[in-house]
């Protein structure tokens, strides 16, 4: 069975800093990978969507990056702001998507 | 521009109550997934559909029933609550399956069970 990890479990940062979030999956063999965000009480939204022939996808201040071979995805925020701060998950897909537990960031104003 | 819509958002049941949760989304997709969240155990799915008529069977089905009568609505139902079912779930749809599609989330409906 697929098994996704997503470390650290928590992370804070100070405002303006560019920091990286990682996704771990044991499987290589995965369709595709994306990477949601998730607000206290609220659904996931999606952020990015990287198919497995692609290495990475960029929106704004956010690039995905996936190496399949590894087992792993990286989430790049730049110029991190206050409004940043939520739950990071990564989910791959094989017969069904499997997701990670999540990053819980704090971007401290 | 609703996407994916799940009522009720929030529910208190006692142990051996029965409930149906509805999920409807309007992106004409034909693939649709109930998921339960709990504190550090990540998402599971719970039921899947791949088509108006369809349904089947995910990681953690038991005390489960679903049904897709319509394209368009995926409802959850627990014929005998128990307290373990005191849940967030999350209604999620995609055009493709688990292959190439993206998935898309409802808000959640907050259920506990006493």
């Known amino acids: 069975k697929q098994e996704v990890t997503q470390i650290p479990a928590a992370l804070s940062v100070p405002e303006g800093e560019n920091l990286v979030l990682n996704c771990s999956f044991t499987?290589?063999?995965?369709?595709?990978l994306q990477w949601f965000r998730q607000d206290p009480g609220k659904g996931l939204t999606s952020l990015l969507l990287?198919?497995?022939?692609?290495r990475e996808q960029t929106s704004g201040r956010l690039n995905a990056s996936l190496d399949k071979s590894s087992g792993r995805s990286t989430l790049y925020i730049a110029a991190s702001q206050p409004g940043d701060s939520a739950t990071y998950l990564c989910?791959?897909?094989?017969?069904?998507?499997?997701f990670g537990t999540g990053t819980s960031l704090t971007v401290i104003p | 521009n609703a996407g994916v819509t799940q009522t009720p958002k929030f529910r208190v049941l006692k142990t051996g109550q029965s409930m149906t949760l509805l999920c409807a989304q309007d992106?004409?997709?034909?693939?649709m997934y109930w998921y339960r969240q709990d504190p550090g155990m990540g998402l599971r799915l719970i039921h899947y559909?791949?088509?108006?008529?369809?349904?089947a069977k995910g990681e953690v089905p038991d005390g489960y029933n679903v049904s897709r009568l319509k394209k368009q609505n995926f409802l959850l139902g627990l014929e005998s609550a128990a307290p373990s079912q005191t849940s967030v779930y999350f209604c999620?749809?995609?055009?493709?399956?688990?292959?190439?599609?993206?998935?898309?989330f409802g808000e959640g409906s907050r259920l506990t069970v006493l």
């Open positions: 992106m004409n997709h034909e693939y």
């Open positions: 559909s791949v088509g108006e008529g369809t349904t």
């Open positions: 499987d290589s063999a995965i369709y595709n």
């Open positions: 989910a791959v897909s094989g017969n069904q998507f499997y």
């Open positions: 999620a749809s995609s055009y493709e399956g688990a292959g190439t599609g993206e998935l898309f």
């Open positions: 990287i198919q497995s022939s692609q």
